[in-house]
């Protein structure tokens, strides 16, 4: 069971070699998308299996490589990516750079992962006949087991959960369990379903890669369908009513319309068994120095104020920026007036102000896909030497203790 995945695809290959189109239509006719696709090859060896983001003209802007046999992958809240090695035996969860943060392992052939909302993850384990749900120590907090070769899990706002069993023939099925395992509803007859939505209308949606089609049902008939796939692996319904298809024997993800008909695609993959079509957040940027409410002498803030953010001579203006499609240019204003634009890390700008007075300083980051974001801070330039604000700090304090010494009663002085 577990060279299904591989024969699948490769069959896929030889229906190619036939001369079965899976380019049949012009990419300079596809319409354009919004938002990046985060796209799972399982490319059948260490040195070719990846997760990749690409934009919406289908380059890659991110991607974690050297995995082993992935199958799933999705992006978290948080901007970390969540990705289900079959090969490795594991799920992982890596940074923006790649880095493992979270894992959990010894798992048996797993295919599908979810995080959920109440920071557990749910996961479905095809060599192990179980969907599971661990928490972030990576203990098991609920099981179904028994089921037949369990290709996606999906956790129902109900706290139910869909599971589809992914029987190569004509007998495979989506069950849907409560928290206790009962099977309270079930579709059958199914070709071979690998992947399972439930639709905001209650409708469901199905793809069936040994049937070559993606369905949806309502009320237990036919709705909608896409037919004559190549070994689809994975199906989303996007917010514009389109669906996004990951067709692994055509090697590559597209995105149909009501109709059908292809509006978007990425060809060339190696073996695609997921996509996610991502939200098209903008990037985030932070000031970073100068810090607000604080005393800066050339740049280094020296301590806290009760009110304003002073600066005493040049300052270096530093700046976090991050997106998930990278950061393509931050730029610096005083006032209204652009002063630098960079292009790479580190964010920081140099600014030597020779007038004293009230300056908003201003930064906007742009990403790789257009989108923006901004911060700002208003600082006041001051052109008295640190020492005489110190002295005049020593003054008024000393002016305060005698006044105070002279309400206190007789032998008692405040230090």
């Not at 992982?92 to 295919?111: C, F, R, Y």
Request: glycine share 10%; aromatic share 6%; proline share 5%.
């Amino acid at each position: 069971m577990k060279k299904i995945i591989v024969v699948i695809c490769v069959i896929g290959l030889i229906l190619m070699s036939l001369g079965v189109s899976v380019n049949a239509f012009d990419k300079n006719e596809l319409s354009k998308v919004e938002g990046n696709t985060l796209i799972t090859e399982f490319g059948g060896n260490q040195t070719i299996s990846r997760v990749i983001e690409v934009d919406t003209d289908g380059n890659e802007v991110w991607n974690k490589s050297g995995l082993n046999v992935p199958q799933d992958a999705e992006r978290l809240s948080n901007g970390n990516t969540l990705v289900t090695e079959y090969g490795g035996e594991r799920v992982i969860e890596v940074n923006s750079d790649g880095h493992i943060v979270w894992q959990k392992t010894g798992l048996n052939a797993p295919v599908d992962a979810e995080r959920l909302s109440n920071g557990n993850t749910l996961i479905a384990e095809f060599g192990a006949n179980r969907v599971i749900e661990v928490d972030t120590d990576g203990n098991i907090v609920w099981q179904k087991t028994g089921v037949s070769s369990p290709f996606d899990a999906e956790r129902l706002s109900n706290g139910n959960t869909l599971i589809a069993e992914a029987e190569l023939y004509p007998d495979g099925r989506v069950i849907e369990v409560d928290t206790a395992g009962n099977i309270i509803w079930l579709k059958t007859e199914l070709d071979g379903p690998v992947d399972i939505e439930r639709l905001p209308n209650g409708n469901m949606l199905i793809t069936e890669h040994v049937g070559k089609k993606v369905t949806e049902f309502g009320n237990g008939t036919i709705v909608w369908q896409k037919t004559g796939l190549l070994v689809p692996k994975d199906a989303e319904r996007l917010s514009n009513g389109n669906t996004l298809i990951t067709e692994c024997g055509a090697n590559r993800v597209i995105e149909v319309d009501s109709d059908g008909n292809n509006v978007w695609l990425k060809s060339g993959l190696r073996y695609p068994v997921d996509a996610e079509r991502l939200p098209n957040l903008p990037p985030s940027v932070e000031i970073i120095n100068p810090k607000e409410g604080y005393f800066h002498l050339r740049g280094m803030p020296l301590f806290p104020l009760l009110i304003n953010t002073i600066v005493y001579g040049p300052i270096n203006i530093k700046v976090n920026s991050t997106s998930a499609t990278g950061i393509d240019r931050v730029e610096f204003y005083i006032g209204d007036k652009l002063k630098k634009t960079i292009d790479e890390e580190p964010y920081n700008f140099r600014w030597a102000p020779i007038r004293c007075g009230r300056y908003t300083i201003k930064v906007i980051a742009y990403d790789n896909t257009g989108q923006n974001a901004s911060d700002e801070i208003t600082v006041l330039k001051w052109r008295v030497h640190p020492v005489l604000i110190l002295a005049g700090s020593l003054l008024m304090l000393r002016q305060i203790k005698h006044q105070v010494n002279r309400r206190l009663p007789l032998g008692i002085n405040v230090l």
